[in-house]
Nanobody, 123 residues
């Protein structure tokens, strides 16, 4: 019922910037938390940043001061601005959105993942 489409990954040199976007579509009634995760080869998926419906944010220590998460509620979209990128930021980045959808006859919660977008930072 809810689909996520990510965009914005790519190859960048160390010190550069990228902006990721994740747009949700479908029978969305409301969106609560939105977040970005990443998974590097051979490592577990980890939380990078999250933002609540009220705008509160939290970040992994490794990205504090460099990454900024934001959301556009009107567009059901979450963004991740990544500055001062480092080679260790190289990973596949996934967005995750939690909310409520309406099927036409009932409401239910959902948790959806984006398809993932590759971010590669060269040294």
């Amino acid at each position: 019922q809810v689909q996520l489409v990510e965009s914005g990954g790519g190859l960048v040199q160390a010190g550069g910037s990228l902006r990721l976007s994740c747009a949700a579509s479908g029978s969305i009634f409301s969106i609560n938390a939105m977040g970005w995760y990443r998974q590097a080869p051979g490592k577990q998926r980890e939380l990078v940043a999250a933002i609540t419906s009220g705008g509160s944010t939290n970040y992994a220590d490794s990205v504090k001061g460099r990454f900024t998460i934001s959301r556009d509620n009107a567009k059901n979209t979450v963004y991740l601005q990544m500055n001062s990128l480092k080679p260790e930021d190289t990973a596949v980045y996934y967005c995750n959105i939690l909310g409520t959808y309406y099927s036409g006859s009932y409401y239910d919660t959902f948790g959806s993942w984006g398809q993932g977008t590759q971010v590669t930072v060269s040294s």
